[in-house]
């Protein structure tokens, strides 16, 4: 079985100086090559929008879209738009990454778990417990209620 591809996608709004410690917890801790990061930045008058396209041309896994300030939902379904039909989704906004989090690389961890279980619809790590799974709100389908969240491709092609 190949590794899945994860797109990794990012809202952001005047996110100085919290995406730059997003962005370098993103880059620096996994050792999983297969992602790419989508920002979607929406008006941002405090740099960030610069900051965005600076981080496009330094590093082949991120890419920008600059779009106008809708709100998060937009900013969400945009990025999902722009994903490929092979990709999973990891969503997320300024939060910071730590290194080999739960003791273990948590990108490979996530796309490993998902692509291993076909009744996992969302997974997403919780307190100091890791990586969990939730109650069924959707039918045949874990759902995990918290704002950063992985979501397997099979999940976004049925909702």
């Given at each position: 079985?190949?590794?899945?591809?994860?797109?990794?996608?990012?809202?952001?709004?005047?996110?100085?100086?919290?995406?730059?410690?997003?962005?370098?917890s993103l880059l620096?801790?996994?050792?999983?090559?297969?992602?790419?990061?989508?920002?979607?930045?929406?008006?941002?008058?405090?740099?960030?929008?610069?900051?965005?396209?600076?981080?496009?041309?330094?590093?082949?896994?991120?890419?920008?879209?600059?779009?106008?300030?809708?709100?998060?939902?937009?900013?969400?379904?945009?990025?999902?738009?722009?994903?490929?039909?092979?990709?999973?989704?990891?969503?997320?906004?300024?939060?910071?990454?730590?290194?080999?989090?739960?003791?273990?690389?948590?990108?490979?961890?996530?796309?490993?778990?998902?692509?291993?279980?076909?009744?996992?619809?969302?997974?997403?790590?919780?307190?100091?417990?890791?990586?969990?799974?939730?109650?069924?709100?959707?039918?045949?389908?874990?759902?995990?209620?918290?704002?950063?969240?992985?979501?397997?491709?099979?999940?976004?092609?049925?909702?």
């Open positions: 079985m190949s590794e899945p591809k994860v797109c990794i996608i990012i809202p952001v709004h005047n996110s100085m100086p919290h995406l730059q410690d997003a962005i370098a620096t801790s996994t050792d999983y090559k297969h992602y790419r990061i989508i920002l979607v930045e929406s008006e941002s008058t405090d740099g960030t929008d610069e900051y965005c396209d600076m981080l496009e041309i330094a590093h082949p896994h991120i890419s920008v879209i600059h779009t106008k300030k809708e709100g998060i939902t937009k900013a969400i379904n945009t990025g999902l738009r722009n994903m490929t039909s092979d990709e999973d989704a990891y969503l997320t906004q300024d939060d910071v990454i730590h290194f080999r989090l739960y003791n273990r690389d948590w990108l490979e961890f996530l796309a490993r778990t998902a692509s291993e279980d076909n009744n996992i619809g969302i997974l997403t790590t919780l307190d100091a417990g890791g990586i969990c799974e939730g109650p069924e709100y959707i039918k045949d389908f874990h759902w995990v209620g918290t704002w950063s969240m992985y979501i397997p491709r099979r999940t976004i092609q049925k909702l």
